[in-house]
C-alpha cells in the first residue's frame, strides 16, 4: 500500500471562536477555521506548516500555456479552428495546462459569482456549519479540509456542490442553497446556478476542441459527458501571516475530467513543469483549463494530468472558482477505438468515475501518482473479491 494512503483515523483540528458556547461545539462536532479567529491572528497551528521539502518555491519563468480563442468555434473557420487544436494538443502533450478567452461567458455573471463568494465566507460560522461536507460526500462546507486530514492542512475555505449536466429542474443549486443555508441564500443559489450553467456550455466547447486535437469526432467527448455530473467549488484563501510554510491548496492532480478555473487577480495558481514550479498569471478575461487524471484516461494517456498547487499570500486575500467537469459517476471511462486500434496498447483498464472518487475521497490524498495507485488499488479489490 502506497505511504500516501489517507489517515482516516485524522484526529480533527478545532479552532473554535473564543464566543461559541460548549453545547455549540459539542453539535458541531467537528472543526471550524476562520482566519478572522483570534487562534490565527498569532502564530499558525502546527497542523498549517508543510514540510519544507514541499515548499520549493517557483521560478520567476510564468507557465508558457497558450492562450486559445474559443470566438473561433462559432464562426466555423476550419482553419483557424486547426490552428486552436494544434494549440491544445501541443499544451495538453507537455503539462495539460491552457488559457481561453472569447469563451462567450458574461463578465458580469462572473463577477457576480466572485461576489457570492464573499457572501459565502462572511456568513457567521454556526451558519457555515450547518452546510458542513459530510464524510466521503463531495458537496458542503469545508474549512481547511481539516475534517479528512490532520496535518498539511491547507489555509482556505471552500463551498461546493454538484451540477447534473440533465434531467434536474432549472433551479437544482437554488434548492440545495436553501436546503443546507436557508432561504436567504436563494440569490446566491441563483447566481451559480446560471454560471455553472454557463460553464456547462463552455465545457461542451472545449471537450469539442479536445477531441478534434485528438483527432476523434468532436462530437464523441462532448457525448460522453452530456450526462455528467460536474462538481463547483468556491475557494477563499484568507491572507496568511506564515505564508511561506503553508498552502492554500498543496500539490495534487485533479482526479475529475478536466477543471475550468477562474481565478481573481492576486495570483497564487503554480504547476509544476520541466521539474520547476511556474505560476500561471491571473487574466480576467480567461478561464485556465486543465485536464485532470480522468480525462488523460480518456485520452490513453496522452494528454497529461499535471501537479498543481495554489500559494496563499501574506497580505491579500484571494478567491477562485473552479468547476470540475466529471461523467454520470457509473459511466465507464475507456479511450475511444481510434486511440489504441493503431497498435496502440491501453494504458489503463476500464474503470468508473464513482470507484476513483471513492479512491481520492475515503481513500487517498490526491497527488501525482493518483491514478496509479487508484489502478493498484482496484487491481487489489478485485481480486480480494474472488
Ligand atoms: O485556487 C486555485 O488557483 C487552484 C484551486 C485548485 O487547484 C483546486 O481547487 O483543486
Request: with cysteine; aromatic share 10%.
Amino acid at each position: 500500500m502506497s505511504p500516501n494512503l489517507m489517515e482516516l483515523s485524522a484526529s480533527t483540528l478545532v479552532l473554535y471562536p473564543a464566543s461559541q458556547s460548549e453545547e455549540s461545539k459539542k453539535e458541531n462536532g467537528v472543526l471550524a477555521f476562520e482566519s478572522n479567529f483570534p487562534q490565527m491572528k498569532g502564530e499558525m497551528p502546527k497542523e498549517f506548516f508543510w514540510p519544507s521539502g514541499d515548499l520549493i518555491k517557483a521560478t520567476q519563468e510564468e507557465l508558457k500555456e497558450p492562450l486559445v480563442n474559443l470566438g473561433i468555434m462559432k464562426n466555423g473557420d476550419e482553419k483557424a479552428i486547426a490552428n486552436a487544436a494544434e494549440l491544445v494538443r501541443h499544451a495538453c502533450l507537455k503539462h495539460g495546462f491552457f488559457q481561453v478567452i472569447n469563451h462567450g461567458v458574461n463578465p458580469d455573471l462572473i463577477d457576480a459569482a466572485y461576489h457570492q463568494i464573499d457572501t459565502l465566507f462572511n456568513l457567521p460560522i454556526s451558519q457555515k456549519l450547518t452546510a458542513k461536507r459530510k464524510p466521503g460526500a463531495l458537496s458542503g462546507y469545508s474549512g481547511a479540509h481539516a475534517d479528512r486530514f490532520s496535518s498539511k492542512l491547507p489555509w482556505k475555505e471552500t463551498f461546493s456542490f454538484l451540477f447534473h449536466h440533465q434531467g434536474f429542474s432549472n433551479s437544482q443549486i437554488v434548492d440545495y442553497f436553501e436546503s443546507v443555508l436557508g432561504q436567504d441564500l436563494q440569490h446566491t443559489g441563483r447566481v451559480y446556478e446560471e454560471y455553472c450553467e454557463a460553464m456547462k456550455e463552455l465545457s461542451s466547447v472545449i471537450m469539442e476542441l479536445l477531441g478534434i486535437s485528438l483527432g476523434v469526432d468532436g462530437l464523441h467527448y462532448q457525448r460522453f459527458f452530456e450526462d455528467g455530473v460536474s462538481i463547483m467549488r468556491c475557494n477563499y484563501y484568507p491572507p496568511c501571516n506564515s505564508a511561506n510554510h503553508t498552502f492554500g491548496t498543496g500539490p495534487h492532480t485533479d482526479p475529475t475530467s478536466l477543471t475550468i478555473l477562474h481565478q481573481d487577480q492576486v495570483g497564487g495558481l503554480e504547476v509544476f513543469v520541466d521539474n520547476k514550479w511556474h505560476a500561471v498569471r491571473p487574466r480576467a478575461e480567461a478561464f485556465v483549463v486543465n485536464i485532470g487524471d480522468t480525462f488523460m484516461a480518456l485520452s490513453n494517456g496522452r494528454y497529461k494530468s499535471c501537479v498543481h498547487r495554489a500559494v496563499v499570500n501574506r497580505l491579500r486575500e484571494r478567491r477562485s472558482m473552479a468547476y470540475f467537469v466529471c461523467p454520470r459517476e457509473d459511466k465507464v471511462v475507456k479511450p475511444p477505438e481510434i486511440l489504441t486500434s493503431k497498435n496502440e496498447e491501453r494504458k489503463y483498464p476500464d474503470f468508473t468515475w464513482s470507484n476513483l472518487r471513492e479512491f481520492t475521497q475515503n481513500h487517498y490524498r490526491a497527488d501525482a501518482a493518483t491514478l496509479q495507485s487508484f489502478l493498484q488499488w482496484q487491481t487489489s479489490s478485485n481480486s480480494s473479491n474472488f
